[in-house]
């Protein structure tokens, strides 16, 4: 089961690049997620999809955009990185049967911005 | 604010004995609380989820307790493994439920040894 799948696993970029974070999920869920996870502090919400063709803004929504055309897909994008951007990025998938729905990770994405 | 505020920081325990984290909140209202298991360089795995009306909840060697009076979750872990080792984390809806917004806290990062 590959369950949530993000890639690259890794990826160095140079101030001013621009770059997109690919997650597929095969759990057939109608809910996305993008996370960041920073040193000391718990994982942040960038941005949200509820369903194929839907965006959201989370906590910390500065500096990326999403897009969701595929129910399995959720594109990350960064049209210009910054040093601030180097973090994990994670994304996640749950059912919407529900509140009391788990979400499922993906092993995450690290990203570096020199 | 919800705020999420977990500890210890960080706990280490040898093999074979039993644990307790705890997870104080401020998060108001909420339909349930999360615990989340993150191996190093992995992404989150969801270990229990407690609605508002329950006590405890048990998954295998991790029971997971809930006061709503005192609004403290805690995570016992019996006969700890060297598999236990990893960060555990306390997760609430920020929306009163939505699935669309979840704080996270910082994690206890818990090292099991032999």
């Known amino acids: 089961n590959a369950g949530v799948t993000q890639t690259p696993k890794f990826r160095v970029l140079k101030t001013g690049q621009s770059m997109t974070l690919l997650c597929a999920q095969d759990?057939?869920?109608?809910?996305m997620y993008w996370y960041r996870q920073d040193p000391g502090m718990g994982l942040r919400l960038i941005h949200y999809?509820?369903?194929?063709?839907?965006?959201a803004k989370g906590e910390v929504p500065d500096g990326y955009n999403v897009s969701r055309l595929k129910k399995q897909n959720f594109l990350l994008g960064l049209e210009s990185a910054a040093p601030s951007q180097t973090s994990v990025y994670f994304c996640a998938s749950s059912s919407s049967q529900g509140n009391n729905q788990p979400q499922h990770f993906g092993d995450g994405t690290r990203l570096s911005i020199l | 604010k919800n705020q999420v505020e977990q500890s210890p920081q960080s706990l280490i325990i040898l093999e074979g004995k039993n644990c307790t984290l705890q997870c104080n909140y401020t998060v108001s209202p909420f339909s349930n609380l999360r615990w989340y298991k993150q191996d190093t360089g992995r992404g989150p795995v969801s270990l229990t989820i407690m609605t508002f009306s329950e006590n405890t909840k048990s998954n295998g060697r991790y029971t997971a307790t809930l006061d709503a009076d005192t609004k403290q979750s805690s995570l016992h872990i019996t006969a700890s493994q060297l598999s236990d080792s990893a960060s555990y984390i306390c997760v609430f809806p920020a929306e009163g439920g939505s699935q669309g917004n979840l704080i996270f806290g910082k994690g206890t990062k818990l090292s099991v040894k032999p």
């Open positions: 999809s509820v369903g194929e063709g839907t965006t």
């Open positions: 759990m057939n869920h109608e809910y």
